[in-house]
């Protein structure tokens, strides 16, 4: 197996299993592999199996399985970016198989140009692995390399100490942090900085149906507002220019005019409490400002 390479990759995990044990140990399997994998771990209590899995693997430095109170997406990717022991952070989802030069093709990315974002290759279940497939057909599925305003959480790299510069991830993205990537890539092309499409390095998602932002339910049936904060809350960090203000406000009649509350109209008034409940709560936590990263080492958990 050839030298690990200088990048670290940090893995947020929440309520995951099997899977998560599977994605590591295919990450461990790379070659060349990651210098080191950090396991950002935010489940309270793991089955017997997980926990005798990832144990061994820590005491004997293969990972560094960090252990977090309080779930939060983009406070364990704050968190990942103030651990790493390396420049280079890859940042990858917790279910996932990964192609064989992933590593690699990341860290050579970054090699070719420096303080940039790299967004990797995203293959979804439903997406086979065709070649040549253009980015106006595939978005992050495709084979065609490029500069890119945005890019996916499951698969992407940047510079720990330009990303920590701009205050890192917002934490104020709670429950399924919808929006938060984009909110990020906002910032980060603003201050000067590009990102580049990089199909070389592909994982395939599996999308695990247990775990995850999954925990927070499926956002057509549910009446908790996990997943419309997030987009309430983007919309009013952005500058409100009027397409912006009309996209707040129309949501909730957006978020009804679907084929699910066509087909099923009780889901109806449902979903519109789960709306106005969103709203509520990104209003609060847009009048307190935003909670970016802070960036002296971290409290111990």
Not at 206 to 220: I, M, P, Q, V, Y
């Amino acid at each position: 197996m050839a030298s690990p390479l200088p990048l670290t990759i940090a893995i947020p995990t929440y309520r995951r299993e099997r899977v998560l044990l599977d994605t590591i140990a295919s990450l461990l399997n790379l070659d060349p592999p990651a210098g080191e994998i950090l396991v950002l771990d935010q489940t309270a209590a793991h089955e017997a199996g997980t926990e005798q899995a990832l144990g061994p693997w820590h005491a004997s430095g293969r990972i560094r399985w960090l252990r977090l109170r309080v779930p939060s997406i983009p406070a364990a990717m704050n968190r990942g970016l103030l651990e790493a022991s390396t420049e280079t952070v890859l940042f990858v989802d917790d279910d996932i198989v990964p192609f064989p030069d992933l590593v690699a093709a990341h860290f050579g990315a970054h090699r070719e140009s420096t303080g940039r974002l790299v967004a990797g290759r995203v293959l979804q279940p439903w997406d086979g692995d065709g070649a040549d497939s253009a980015w106006r057909d595939k978005q992050f599925a495709s084979t065609e390399a490029g500069t890119i305003d945005e890019f996916m959480g499951g698969n992407f790299s940047l510079p720990r100490g330009e990303a920590l510069a701009i205050g890192g991830f917002d934490e104020n993205f709670v429950r399924a942090a919808y929006r938060f990537e984009r909110e990020f890539a906002e910032r980060w092309r603003a201050s000067g900085r590009a990102i580049r499409f990089e199909p070389r390095a592909a994982i395939r998602h599996l999308k695990a149906s247990a775990g995850g932002t999954r925990t927070f339910g499926e956002h057509l049936t549910t009446i908790l507002p996990a997943h419309s904060v997030g987009d309430y809350y983007y919309l009013l960090r952005s500058p409100l220019a009027p397409r912006r203000a009309r996209a707040f406000l129309s949501r909730p009649f957006r978020s009804v005019m679907t084929r699910h509350h066509l087909r099923r109209p009780w889901w109806i008034p449902v979903t519109l409490v789960a709306e106005a409940s969103g709203m509520v709560w990104a209003l609060a936590l847009h009048a307190r400002g935003p909670r970016y990263c802070d960036a002296r080492s971290p409290e111990g958990t």
